[in-house]
């Protein structure tokens, strides 16, 4: 039996505990029939309260005393797994003490809080109740609110430890009320203990004061009728609208309008009809002023609209200042720029509409002017995008002014045209690889980019020659403007000159012809790497990130197929290879190896990685690859922490001994460590050995005081750093 492991709870509980245990076997697994559990002498397992469920490596079991547990409590367990013969645990002794519950539930995450101020009116109430040993007895829970029992309208739900009630009253408040908040139960003590809490919050006053809305006709409304009537409500959300208060202004004189209440009790509405009709054009003003029932009352401040009668303005708004106009050669990023502007009124701003070759612009900057000529805007446009060379372009522009005639901009000045310049410049070249007088090997790939900042590139028009003989079988391709070419020969390139031309035309048929020679060599280097992700000698590695380095051949490429990874001289296949990350440099051809670092590499873990490969070459054989780097796992900051927890004495140089580190700033003659059986029995006392900082390390290979290998199993460890001890365990595994 290599390792079984018993889990238990506490060694303090309620009277009212479950008692609750894991027995587990890490190989051959538990032997169910061979259970044996007594609690003070008494055997549970059969129990009709013992209910016994099957887990991973082994059972869960949990008893429910049929009366509560008193006092100390003795605790005996054997089994044995299914080995043959089988491995009998050694019988497992401990005590646990039942404590007699004496305190009463309390409460917390009260809201609002007791003694909370300016609480709304519509504010709901949350508690918990808590009792942190036998548990707090629902039934008997009771929430009073304001004397009255709420509790069947409360929604309570069971949270660790305890109950959370939540209550959201059917009325609002009243404002500046005080809430009275009652809680009463009791936890399930053998002597039940009590909790009987009362607390108080405060509603907020009535401070806002009244305000206006519905205006007929609404506020800055134009083309309203000479004989209309005037509208509105004032309205309180407190304790309502004190209507022998309301003062309504017209044109600055007090009127008496009718007064009705409104469906929801806590304003009015004012009506006024005017005994003479306004006059064409007329701006008319009202002002309203009212306080409310509140004590003291909340008076509003003056509020003040207007509306524009119909007026008798004939005359339409105009253009001006339109740029660019009807023109020829006009630059392709040009900005579009124009005045609206009426003689009377003013350009209704709404009612503006601004197209650009029949697509609607919305977002142009626009600024109010005003000059003798007349009030409106000047608007202005960017486009995001330069037209086209030679593109004709088509403006729409649409206006109406303010006066209630509604006067639009006449047809004749709604349409305009200009055509851009053309394009005289030819394409240039961005990048080619390799580079003018650069080496090149056998199998390069051949890469151009060129760009065309105007009309853009046509690539039907592409003309491509390797020493004067026309290539047909490359791959080009064109995304925003820039035109790629890229090349890969069918046979071998000759050793020597290689001279290569591109004539690369746009869609204005201007033209750029290069020619550049490079000199092709036997590929004689090997492959190399470049890491990323650790760099080599790294230490402060995190597992579970990705591995990254760069497989590379300055020559004529890798054999994809002959790349083999290694870590810690294990050979990986899960790994992904990402082709060419240097974009066909001749010198960095070849692959990024990306793989995903285990979980499982412990804290403190060298890591070495090994890489092989070979190009493809053949002159006169492939160019190899072996190279080694290592780097590091980050060490936890855990005050103390056994690294690896499991060790291996007699499997060759892997896991051979365990460093139990300290982080600690106390010097190593202050710190002491033992190593004890799982019986408590003294094995070894450990040497503490300064590592620099504040981290000390105690190491231990599984031998005993006498230099002895001890037996497999569990040990414990124990350090006792300035009166604190910490302890945790490591496995021997024979």
């Known amino acids: 039996m290599r390792q079984k492991r018993l889990q238990t709870l506490e060694t303090e509980a309620a009277t009212n505990t479950k008692f609750i245990v894991d027995i587990l076997d890490d190989l051959m697994g538990v032997d169910r029939n061979t259970i044996q559990i007594k609690l003070n002498g008494t055997e549970i397992i059969n129990s009709p309260n013992t209910v016994v469920s099957q887990i991973e490596k082994g059972f869960h079991i949990e008893y429910s ?26 019988t497992e002794y401990y005590t646990f003490t039942t404590v007699v519950d004496t305190i009463s539930p309390y409460l917390g995450n009260l809201d609002p809080q007791p003694n909370e101020t300016n609480v709304a009116e519509t504010k709901s109430i949350y508690l918990s109740i808590y009792d942190t040993q036998t548990g707090v007895d629902q039934s008997s829970i009771i929430l009073k609110i304001n004397d009255a029992d709420v509790t069947s309208q409360t929604t309570i739900e069971e949270i660790n430890k305890g109950y959370s009630l939540f209550y959201d009253p059917p009325e609002p408040f009243n404002f500046d009320a005080t809430v009275k908040v009652e809680v009463s139960c009791q936890d399930f003590a053998m002597n039940p203990n009590v909790l009987n809490t009362t607390y108080f919050f405060y509603i907020v006053p009535d401070t806002v004061p009244p305000y206006v809305t519905n205006m007929d006709p609404d506020q800055n409304q ?110 392709v990023n040009t900005k579009v720029s124009f005045k609206l502007l009426d003689a009377e009124y003013g350009i209704d701003f709404s009612s503006i509409i601004f197209k650009i070759n029949n697509n609607l612009i919305s977002n142009f900057y626009y600024e109010e002017v005003s000059d003798p000529a007349g009030n409106g805007y000047y608007i202005e446009y960017y486009p995001p995008e330069p037209f086209n060379y030679g593109e004709s372009v088509n403006l729409f522009i649409y206006a109406q002014d303010l006066s209630s005639n509604h006067n639009e901009l006449p047809p004749s000045q709604r349409n305009h045209n200009f055509v851009c310049e053309l394009d005289t410049i030819p394409p240039v070249v961005l990048r080619i690889n390799p580079g003018i007088g650069d080496l090149a090997y056998p199998n390069t790939v051949l890469y151009a980019e060129f760009w065309d900042f105007e009309s853009g590139i046509d690539t039907n028009a592409t003309v491509f020659k390797i020493n ?63 890491t990323q992700f650790p760099h080599a000698n790294a230490v402060d590695v995190d597992p579970d990130n990705e591995l990254i380095v760069d497989v590379l051949d300055k020559g004529m490429g890798l054999d994809r197929e002959s790349i083999e990874f290694y870590i810690n001289d294990q050979q990986e296949y899960n790994f992904n290879l990402e082709y060419n990350p240097y974009h066909f440099h001749p010198d960095s051809l070849g692959y990024r190896l990306k793989y995903m670092l285990p979980e499982t590499f412990y804290p403190g873990q060298f890591v070495t990685v090994r890489i092989k490969a070979q190009d493809i070459s053949i002159f006169p054989v492939p160019n190899k690859l072996d190279t080694t780097y290592a780097f590091t796992i980050r060490l936890p900051e855990d005050e103390v922490i056994a690294i690896p927890p499991i060790i291996h004495p007699n499997y060759g140089d892997v896991n051979r001994e365990s460093k139990i580190w300290i982080h600690s700033d106390a010097a190593p003659d202050d710190i002491a460590a033992k190593i004890y059986d799982v019986r408590g029995k003294p094995v070894k006392d450990l040497e503490i050995q300064d590592n620099g900082g504040d981290k000390k390390v105690a190491v231990w290979d599984g031998r005993d005081e006498n230099g002895l290998m001890v037996a497999g199993g569990v040990y414990i460890y124990q350090v006792k750093v300035r009166g604190k001890i910490t302890q945790g365990s490591v496995t021997i595994v024979r």
């Open 222 to 331: 134009v083309g309203v009728p000479l004989n209309t009537n005037i509208y509105l409500e004032v309205m309180d959300d407190g304790y309502g609208v004190d209507s022998s208060t309301i003062r309504l202004y017209v044109n600055s004189n007090l009127v008496e309008p009718t007064l009705s209440p409104v469906a929801s009790g806590k304003g009015f509405g004012l009506l006024y009809d005017p005994p003479v009709n306004f006059s064409y054009g007329q701006v008319v003003n009202v002002s309203v002023y009212a306080s409310d029932l509140a004590t003291p009352s909340n008076s509003m401040t003056e509020f003040k609209y207007s509306f524009r009668c119909i007026d008798d303005d004939t005359n339409p708004p105009f253009l001006t200042g339109l740029e660019p106009a009807a023109k020829k050669d006009v630059p």
């Open 65 to 90: 005393p049929p009366a509560r547990l008193v006092g100390q409590i003795n605790v005996s367990i054997d089994v044995s797994d299914f080995n043959n013969p089988p491995n009998v645990m050694p």
């Open 468 to 530: 004067y003989n026309r290539v047909i079988n490359f791959e080009d391709s064109l995304s925003d403007d820039a035109y790629s070419i890229k090349y890969e020969p069918e046979n071998p390139y000759t050793h020597g000159p290689l001279l290569v031309s591109f004539s690369i035309s746009d869609m204005a048929h201007n033209t750029i012809d290069t020619s550049y020679v490079v000199y092709v060599v036997p590929d004689t280097f090997p492959p190399y790497i470049v």
